[in-house]
């Protein structure tokens, strides 16, 4: 495909079917299309078992050893007179499933200790944790942070029976549903309402309380309205946000409800989306014309828009939904931490060439920190540190999904072993053999007490056109992807299911990124391996702060075969799938291409990738073979490419320019070289001074801020006037239009 598919691939008014073994939604909700298992149903083995004990034993599983916002003695969650804000219930959110899903027997026992505290800490009223919260937003209870504890404190009691969890959350619930309309409809809480229509429809299911339904109306009407709209630019509050029409289409019954959570992920991805790795540009928030492949995906809009896609499959039966999951997590969460899992990193880019620990001061990125080396970030990063554990956990318990009618699903692939109800409600276990998505086999192996009959669902992923699919050594029907297809038998304890999904070399092309070009094998996307030097700048032995800086060069334009783009590339196998292939040492494939050097695409002197320009490049530099590798195991990555060709489109260089003008053969310049703003910039006989030099510094869209070297200003217009025959002046780069300059 061109870009991402935006469009539904099922009829979004067929109705889903009722029942199934694991809590369906009770009437009048409306049925979903798969159910959720309780955490610890499935368990990972090979290469996620793998990242989740890299997460253990990394930032994740340790970071209450010194974040101090983790301080059991101090945090508002237990001691309510004192403060707390999300980083608590966002790190619980991520352990508690880590706990589960690896049933570490100390993640466990720390868990149930932070369980028991928060438990404690309700008032009679229903409300509890840090008393400061009960008036923080317009005088009354500010939600938002409680909303992940809430998701934290549901899989702990899904996966330990405790009694306490469900009259805690409907005594919560009834103290959140007589707050006032300044309770749901301003900051944080009014974009994110999506997290709690969840957990009120989930608390719904076991209690049946009406009340409940009242909140999700509540919710609903005053939240922001995600319907078909881009409501806010924030990149996280777009990634948990534009699912809450879906979620609320199980009240509605109105299936445009669920069509307006597909326009909005549109409206973010068209001009947002268009580079590979499944997020969007979103560096804090969302710019126009500031889609460039090198704009960063903050680490918590990751495995929030992971989680979204997550419980949309679940909710449509929309098998596209699963497929975003899995591009993200292979291509882009891996490299949102450093390769040893003990440092995060704010935003992860598509292309990015190197990694340091500086701000920007060339608005190259939204936020003015710095965002790209790998640090623990207890404080520079803050919430993606605490909150990104909720990643592979999830992704673990989503694997397999329940069906209505008694059946399992295997929405995503990985090698774990699920045991869950089946038929009549009689537990199976089904183990799932595979090196997917490095390899294309997919052996799944029943293990049951006797013969029984239900159905078994299986996705066929969106990339693959012919897979191949055997039950017992008989070869069975699948459509071509994205599908989810269903195999109904009486199955019979050792009967295995065998799955091929073929893999072929694609080539996408952006043309909403200057035509660049992403290289893709089955759902992995391959980036330029850039060597990298990992160069120690902080923090301590165990959890390092580092910077990364390239060893060689990167910028390539591809050369492709005009027939058959795909023939361009030779894939290979490099050596077996370990335990972590999300790195440059132990990626298990790798391709060679062919390729020129672009001379004019540099980084700037802030080291950050310049931003695409049209291709072909003119390039004719000797083409030369390079070699790719899966974009999750590059920490540098041109995963965005241009192409190359002596014929094609010369590229503005980065570099300093003296601006000559043709009638009276003088350069631009600053009257008497000042450096003050509003100072007039005349033209001058060129004798070499500063301030004769300038710089195109790129913005969005083709437009330039025209930076002076001497003085470090940038070109403007006089009082910003639209007059002609204004004054042209230099001034500090403070954001304004009139800085703005564009070639024609």
Not at 187 to 197: H, K, N, P, T
Not at 604 to 629: F, G, K, M, W
């Amino acid at each position: 495909p061109p870009d991402h598919p935006t469009t539904p691939s099922r009829r979004l008014d067929a109705p889903a079917a009722r029942g199934g073994h694991y809590s369906p939604n009770a009437a009048p909700l409306h049925p979903t299309a798969f159910l959720r298992l309780p955490p610890g149903r499935v368990t990972a083995r090979g290469r996620v078992a793998g990242q989740l004990r890299l997460q253990l034993d990394g930032l994740c599983g340790r970071y209450e050893e010194f974040s101090h916002f983790l301080d059991f003695t101090t945090s508002g969650w237990v001691h309510p007179d004192r403060d707390g804000w999300e980083e608590l219930p966002y790190w619980l959110r991520g352990y508690t499933d880590l706990a589960i899903v690896t049933g570490d027997a100390t993640a466990l026992a720390a868990t149930r200790r932070w369980m028991d505290a928060v438990l404690a800490t309700q008032q009679p009223d229903g409300f509890f944790g840090p008393k400061s919260l009960r008036t923080s937003l317009n005088g009354g209870p500010d939600f938002w942070p409680f909303l992940p504890l809430v998701q934290a404190l549901r899989s702990w009691q899904e996966y330990t029976g405790d009694a306490r969890i469900v009259p805690f959350l409907s005594r919560f619930f009834r103290f959140m549903s007589v707050q006032g309309r300044g309770a749901f409809d301003t900051s944080w809480i009014a974009l994110r309402w999506g997290d709690g229509l969840d957990s009120v429809f989930w608390l719904f299911n076991r209690t049946g309380e009406t009340f409940l339904l009242d909140l999700a109306d509540t919710i609903h009407r005053y939240g922001a309205d995600w319907g078909d709209n881009l409501v806010d630019p924030h990149n996280v509050n777009i990634a948990q946000g534009f699912r809450e029409p879906a979620q609320y289409a199980l009240r509605s019954g109105r299936a445009q409800d669920t069509r307006d959570t597909y326009g909005t992920y549109a409206r973010a991805m068209t001009p947002y989306g268009q580079f590979p790795g499944g997020g969007f540009a979103g560096d804090e928030n969302v710019r126009d014309g500031h889609g460039d492949p090198r704009q960063g995906f903050e680490t918590c809009g990751i495995v929030e828009f992971m989680a979204s896609h997550q419980l949309l499959t679940r909710i449509t039966g929309d098998p596209l939904w699963a497929d975003r999951c899995e591009e993200l997590a292979f291509n882009s969460l891996p490299a949102s931490l450093d390769p040893s899992g003990r440092a995060v990193h704010y935003i992860t880019s598509a292309n990015s060439v190197d990694l340091d620990n500086a701000p920007k001061r060339r608005r190259q990125f939204q936020n003015g920190f710095a965002m790209q080396a790998y640090l623990p970030g207890v404080d520079q990063y803050r919430c993606c540190p605490h909150n990104y554990g909720m990643g592979w956990p999830y992704f673990t318990e989503e694997l397999w999904l329940a069906t209505p009618d008694g059946g399992l699903a295997a929405a995503m692939y990985a090698a774990c072993q699920v045991t869950a109800k089946v038929a009549d409600g009689t537990e199976v276990t089904f183990t799932e053999e595979t090196d997917y998505p490095f390899t294309d086999t997919v052996v799944l192996t029943l293990s049951a007490p006797g013969p029984l009959r239900f159905p078994l669902v299986l996705r066929i992923p969106a990339w693959c056109a012919a897979p191949v699919v055997e039950v017992a050594g008989s070869r069975v029907d699948a459509p071509a992807g994205p599908a989810f297809t269903r195999i109904e038998r009486t199955w019979a304890d050792g009967d295995r299911v065998v799955l091929r999904f073929p893999q072929r070399t694609t080539v996408r092309t952006w043309e909403g990124n200057h035509g660049s070009v992403s290289v893709d094998r089955g759902p992995l996307t391959y980036s330029l391996r850039i060597g990298e030097e990992y160069r120690r700048v902080g923090g301590t032995d165990r959890f390092p702060e580092y910077e990364v800086h390239a060893t060689g060069p990167w910028n390539f334009g591809l050369v492709l075969d005009a027939r058959d783009p795909a023939a361009s590339f030779r894939p290979r196998t490099e050596r077996a799938v370990g335990t972590n292939p999300f790195t440059l040492g132990g990626t298990p494939l790798s391709m060679t291409a062919r390729a020129r050097r672009i001379p004019e695409w540099t980084a700037d002197d802030e080291h950050v990738v310049a931003p695409l320009q049209a291709s072909p490049a003119r390039s004719t530099e000797p083409v030369e073979d390079v070699t790719l590798v899966p974009m999750g195991a590059a920490r540098l990555r041109v995963s965005s490419f241009p192409t190359a060709d002596p014929r094609g489109t010369a590229w503005l260089a980065d570099r300093w320019y003296r601006i000559g003008n043709r009638h009276s053969d003088k350069v631009l310049g600053v009257d008497l070289m000042s450096t003050a703003d509003s100072a007039h910039v005349v033209q001058f006989t060129d004798n070499g001074t500063a301030d004769h030099l300038w710089r195109l510094v790129p913005d969005a869209d083709g437009w330039y801020r025209i930076l002076n070297r001497h003085s470090d200003k940038v070109l403007g217009v006089d009082l910003m006037s639209t007059a002609d025959s204004a004054h042209i002046v230099q001034f500090a780069d403070n954001g304004t239009d009139d800085h703005l300059w564009k070639l024609l």
